[in-house]
Nanobody, 124 residues
Framework: QVQPVESGGRLVQAGESLRLSCTAS????????VGWFRQAPGKERVLVAG????????YYADFLKGRFTVSRDNAKNTVYLHMNTLKPEDTAVYYC?????????????????WGQGTQVTVSA
């Protein structure tokens, strides 16, 4: 069992970049796949990116069109989401989730452990 904790969300202007971090105190965090989800007001929680436990397999939602990059540093027990060319429609609460299997189907149901989320707001 792990408890992810997100950080890095803030208010930015359109076109700027932002890096979110997801970490956990448990040493076993490095053995879990990690997914980044986001949820905008009134909308469903969607998977935007994910990375396997060893960092060799990644997933990105098609609608990102290459603007986001996920990476992990297992020595620091941290997974990052690098977000470039941010748009107002990227405004959402971003959640980090972990699971022993890497499900790229997009459903939050397949991810066992969740952080509390970090707010990203992109102004026009």
């Amino acid at each position: 069992q792990v408890q992810p904790v997100e950080s890095g969300g803030r208010l930015v202007q359109a076109g700027e970049s932002l890096r979110l971090s997801c970490t956990a105190s448990e040493r076993t965090f490095s053995s879990y796949a990690v997914g980044w989800f986001r949820q905008a007001p009134g909308k469903e929680r969607v998977l935007v990116a994910g990375v396997s436990s060893n960092g060799q397999i990644t997933y990105y939602a098609d609608f990102l069109k290459g603007r986001f990059t996920v990476s992990r540093d297992n020595a620091k027990n941290t997974v990052y989401l690098h977000m470039n060319t941010l748009k107002p429609e990227d405004t959402a609460v971003y959640y980090c989730a972990a699971d022993s299997t890497f499900d790229m189907g997009g459903s939050p149901l397949y991810w066992a452990f969740w952080g509390q989320g970090t707010q990203v707001t992109v102004s026009a």
